[in-house]
């Protein structure tokens, strides 16, 4: 350039002359092709205020980023590359008019404009540049690149002057590595300050597609997924991803591609670790081994006590060290980079490992990450720390959401080491636990026990309290619950005088155990007792973080309330657990079992029969992957009471026969029989036959039926319904309608049937209504939509549903008498045809009435021929 054409040439020394081209060029973008329109729309409206930093690790695209977006500026950018030779003041602000005037940005007449050289005073320099700053081209754009490479006290000094008041043409873009000390925290407090780090200039997936595109690579969504999470939008990284996977014919895989891949380890180790002091290198080889550390973690690990200042340093020298939170109290290292460390640490210190390990084990246990603690305790391969660690604190976790994780770990153990102390013994017997194989467990107890014998307290009781919760669900899973309540009681006995087990572990079993005599008092039949340990052990297990129990104990308490007529409690219980189980992703898990049962239930109440249906296939998935006998009739039971509810006589029949042939030799649920001694009485109701004393309600319901109008009121009067059984009151009121307006109380049936109705409104209860079709209750319900408005809703939709009720199949014989009913045959010559007596006819004809839901034999037999049965 000329020195009389008014060129940068002519305000740097001679020897600078030829830099002042390359380094007041705006660099051309090597990623071309990218679309970066989300990071130009942050520089856009970043230059809106007077500073804006874009800083960020090495590779992270701030250059070409930024130069992108200034090429497609309207209005010129001014652009200048310092390095360490600009530690000059002179020097520095040569380049630095240079810059503005190559960018059109000195306008003729500003003091800047035929300045020949830079005033060597300080003091006139600031006076000569604030003033033609102040003068230049509006909306002046000054990008100075690797801003960190500026360390000269005098330089930084000059540059935090103009920035204590910046010229309002000037919009200053500074871009480095590192935040350059230049109290940019006042202009961040004032507002004056936008910034850009490394989580702006990440590529995202559209982003991350180009590039890899351009390697003639196909990836799948998930490959891209899996691609911008192991580089975390990295620039450089996805650079070499794509040219690692497009090597070697394609074969290569994303899981293939990590730290130690050569490319990968050369760039970090040069850009990143090459510039970090001895100690600081040191200190991230040995803190490698932790996804998270913090300054006690660090300092555990590498016996020292400067953690947390390293860790400050590295986080705001370096991206690829990031703060999790506002706070600087936990950090973690970039993916790539704990690769490249972990390699670097296996290649120069591989002794040290196991030692690293075992402190990292250490400090996590005495700070309760009990799931980090045992990963560092197996990649030590301390086996013994492991049990001990297992025993006293990490067990319960197998009925939390931390059971895969805890699975996972439990699994790296070999099995030889399974059986050499009796902490590893309890090991193997969590893993039986999770494989359902309960009636092994005991053994592994046994020899557990057998090894304790002459240890020390410490030693015993942690052993001690895991053996009893583990036969706990051995107990449960057999369906033993005499034994189960005797095993809750001690264990809670154990853990009220643990003295050496840690708090946490003692609360979580401590609701364990109260969860389980919540079970066992409720299939003994003492229902108050059971609801009030099942409310205990839910909120235990709230306390205590062990929300698995929490859902099991609210399972069981729906099915308590449905079981004993509450819907809609029982509803508000099982929702409840059922979600708390879907957002911890244990739809399918054993303790949530009883949930979809109880919810199946209740669906059942309310004539919802396909929900019922999806409620009960979804407990029957949980149950199959991990069965317990105890829930298995349950599931027979609601399998029978479905059928019913479809017209299914012979299916809800196979169910109980099921039921009574699947039997563990401990089965001991007293509850639980006479509650399917109950489904099996309306089976048979169903099915026109005696339902028996099991239900006194149904045997009132069957003489009502037969037309003994005074022996059904006799057997009403004789049934006593629990005040919260709003099912039993609905159904008693339902038949004590009927029987008063058979015997012509028309207003007594009305306030009866009213009062029913009523309280089925209040919990949507349905089923009632619906068994056994009788045009009686027909009428009632009519006269009750009339005169009832408040509840003229609920009544409406009884009505299609009463009239959608599926047909009970026929017996043989009573498709044989319905065939006879065509004809002009009586009921005692039908009865010498067949050769049974005529009360034997009269019965199937009475049947076949109510299958078919009429009340005479005419319209029976239209019935019969509308539906294809004539």
């Known amino acids: 350039m000329s020195a009389d054409a008014g060129t940068p040439d002519r305000v740097a020394p001679a020897v600078l002359q030829p830099l002042v081209a390359a380094k007041t060029s705006r660099p051309r973008t090597i990623r071309a092709g990218v679309a970066r329109r989300r990071l130009h729309e942050l520089l856009d409206a970043a230059a809106g205020r007077p500073v804006t930093l874009v800083c960020a690790g090495a590779g992270w695209g701030k250059t070409t980023g930024v130069s992108g977006w200034a090429q497609e500026r309207d209005r010129p950018v001014a652009w200048l590359s310092v390095d360490r030779h600009d530690n000059d003041p002179q020097v520095f602000w040569a380049y630095l008019l240079a810059a503005l005037r190559v960018a059109g940005a000195v306008p003729a007449g500003n003091p800047l404009a035929d300045l020949?050289?830079?005033?060597?005073?300080?003091?006139?320099?600031?006076?000569?540049?604030?003033?033609?700053?102040?003068?230049?081209?509006?909306?002046?754009?000054?990008?100075?690149?690797?801003?960190?490479?500026?360390?000269?006290?005098?330089?930084?000094?000059?540059?935090?002057?103009?920035?204590?008041?910046?010229?309002?043409?000037?919009?200053?873009?500074?871009?480095?590595?590192?935040?350059?000390?230049?109290?940019?925290?006042?202009?961040?407090?004032?507002?004056?300050?936008?910034?850009?780090?490394?989580?702006?200039?990440?590529?995202?997936?559209?982003?991350?597609?180009?590039?890899?595109?351009?390697?003639?690579?196909?990836?799948?969504?998930?490959?891209?997924?899996?691609?911008?999470?192991?580089?975390?939008?990295?620039?450089?990284?996805?650079?070499?991803?794509?040219?690692?996977?497009?090597?070697?014919?394609?074969?290569?895989?994303?899981?293939?591609?990590?730290?130690?891949?050569?490319?990968?380890?050369?760039?970090?180790?040069?850009?990143?670790?090459?510039?970090?002091?001895?100690?600081?290198?040191?200190?991230?080889?040995?803190?490698?081994?932790?996804?998270?550390?913090?300054?006690?973690?660090?300092?555990?690990?590498?016996?020292?006590?400067?953690?947390?200042?390293?860790?400050?340093?590295?986080?705001?020298?370096?991206?690829?060290?990031?703060?999790?939170?506002?706070?600087?109290?936990?950090?973690?290292?970039?993916?790539?980079?704990?690769?490249?460390?972990?390699?670097?640490?296996?290649?120069?210190?591989?002794?040290?490992?196991?030692?690293?390990?075992?402190?990292?084990?250490?400090?996590?246990?005495?700070?309760?990450?009990?799931?980090?603690?045992?990963?560092?305790?197996?990649?030590?391969?301390?086996?013994?720390?492991?049990?001990?660690?297992?025993?006293?604190?990490?067990?319960?976790?197998?009925?939390?959401?931390?059971?895969?994780?805890?699975?996972?770990?439990?699994?790296?153990?070999?099995?030889?080491?399974?059986?050499?102390?009796?902490?590893?013994?309890?090991?193997?017997?969590?893993?039986?636990?999770?494989?359902?194989?309960?009636?092994?467990?005991?053994?592994?107890?046994?020899?557990?026990?057998?090894?304790?014998?002459?240890?020390?307290?410490?030693?015993?009781?942690?052993?001690?309290?895991?053996?009893?919760?583990?036969?706990?669900?051995?107990?449960?899973?057999?369906?033993?619950?005499?034994?189960?309540?005797?095993?809750?009681?001690?264990?809670?006995?154990?853990?009220?005088?643990?003295?050496?087990?840690?708090?946490?572990?003692?609360?979580?079993?401590?609701?364990?155990?109260?969860?389980?005599?919540?079970?066992?008092?409720?299939?003994?039949g003492r229902t108050g007792e059971a609801e009030r340990e099942l409310w205990a052990g839910a909120n235990a297990a709230r306390a205590a973080g062990v929300e698995l129990p929490e859902v099991n104990a609210t399972g069981h308490l729906a099915l308590l309330k449905v079981m004993s007529g509450a819907v809609h409690e029982a509803a508000a219980l099982a929702g409840g657990a059922v979600d708390l189980a879907e957002q911890r992703g244990w739809r399918y898990a054993l303790q949530t079992v009883p949930a979809y049962f109880a919810l199946a239930l209740v669906r059942l109440e309310r004539h919802d029969l396909d929900g019922a249906r999806q409620a009960l296939q979804d407990g029957l998935r949980g149950h199959h992957s991990d069965p317990e006998v105890s829930q298995r009739l349950v599931s027979l039971g609601v399998q029978a009471r479905l059928a019913i509810a479809r017209g299914n006589v012979g299916a809800a029949r196979r169910a109980l026969d099921e039921a009574r042939q699947d039997r563990h030799p401990r089965l001991r649920v007293r509850a639980l029989e006479r509650w399917l001694a109950r489904t099996e009485a309306a089976v048979e109701f169903a099915a026109g036959a005696d339902p028996g004393d099991a239900e006194p309600l149904l045997a009132a319901r069957a003489a009502y039926l037969k037309g003994d109008v005074r022996q059904a009121q006799r057997l009403l009067g004789e049934v006593t319904v629990a005040e919260r059984d709003t099912v039993g009151r609905v159904e008693a009121g339902i038949l004590a309608a009927l029987l008063a307006d058979a015997r012509g109380q028309s207003v007594r049936a009305a306030d009866l049937l009213a009062d029913a109705v009523t309280r089925a409104a209040e919990e949507g209860i349905r089923r009632p209504f619906l068994i056994p079709a009788d045009p009686r209750l027909d009428g009632l319900l009519q006269r009750m939509r009339l005169l009832a408005p408040l509840v003229a809703d609920f009544v409406g939709e009884l009505r299609p549903a009463r009239a959608e009720q599926p047909a009970e199949s026929l017996s043989e014989r009573e498709t044989e008498v319905l065939r006879y009913l065509a004809t002009m045959l009586t009921a005692a010559e039908i009865a010498a045809d067949l050769g049974v007596s005529v009360n034997t006819v009269k019965a199937h004809m009475r049947a076949v009435y109510r299958k078919l839901g009429a009340s005479r034999r005419t319209e029976a037999v239209t019935l019969a021929q509308n539906s294809g049965l004539l």
């Not at 994303?254 to 760039?267: E, K, L, M």
């Open 116 to 524: 020949t050289s830079v005033p060597a005073d300080p003091r006139e320099r600031g006076r000569l540049f604030a003033a033609g700053l102040a003068r230049l081209s509006a909306d002046t754009v000054l990008v100075v690149d690797d801003i960190q490479e500026i360390d000269d006290a005098d330089v930084l000094h000059e540059l935090a002057d103009l920035l204590r008041h910046p010229p309002p043409p000037l919009r200053l873009l500074l871009v480095g590595r590192t935040e350059p000390p230049l109290r940019l925290h006042r202009l961040r407090a004032a507002g004056q300050l936008a910034e850009i780090r490394a989580e702006h200039l990440a590529f995202g997936h559209d982003e991350a597609a180009e590039i890899v595109g351009r390697h003639g690579l196909a990836l799948s969504a998930e490959e891209m997924s899996a691609l911008v999470a192991r580089t975390e939008g990295w620039a450089t990284g996805l650079q070499l991803a794509a040219t690692f996977l497009a090597g070697h014919g394609g074969t290569r895989t994303i899981t293939d591609f990590a730290g130690d891949v050569r490319g990968v380890d050369d760039y970090l180790t040069e850009e990143v670790l090459a510039d970090r002091t001895r100690r600081q290198r040191r200190f991230l080889l040995q803190t490698s081994i932790c996804e998270n550390v913090c300054a006690g973690l660090a300092d555990a690990i590498t016996q020292r006590t400067d953690g947390q200042r390293i860790l400050e340093e590295l986080e705001h020298d370096n991206d690829f060290v990031v703060r999790l939170g506002a706070k600087p109290l936990w950090f973690r290292y970039h993916q790539l980079l704990r690769d490249v460390l972990g390699h670097r640490l296996r290649v120069e210190t591989p002794g040290v490992l196991p030692d690293l390990h075992r402190r990292a084990a250490r400090w996590h246990a005495a700070n309760n990450s009990v799931l980090e603690a045992l990963a560092h305790a197996v990649s030590a391969r301390d086996w013994a720390f492991v049990g001990r660690l297992v025993t006293a604190q990490a067990a319960p976790l197998m009925v939390s959401a931390h059971r895969p994780a805890l699975v996972k770990i439990l699994r790296r153990v070999p099995a030889e080491r399974l059986t050499s102390t009796p902490e590893l013994l309890i090991c193997a017997a969590l893993l039986l636990f999770h494989a359902g194989d309960y009636d092994a467990i005991p053994a592994r107890l046994f020899a557990a026990r057998e090894l304790l014998h002459g240890r020390p307290d410490a030693v015993r009781e942690p052993v001690e309290i895991m053996a009893r919760t583990l036969q706990l669900a051995a107990d449960r899973a057999a369906g033993d619950m005499p034994a189960l309540l005797a095993g809750a009681n001690r264990l809670l006995d154990l853990v009220a005088q643990a003295r050496t087990v840690p708090v946490p572990a003692v609360a979580q079993n401590r609701a364990i155990a109260l969860g389980a005599r919540g079970v066992a008092l409720l299939w003994s």
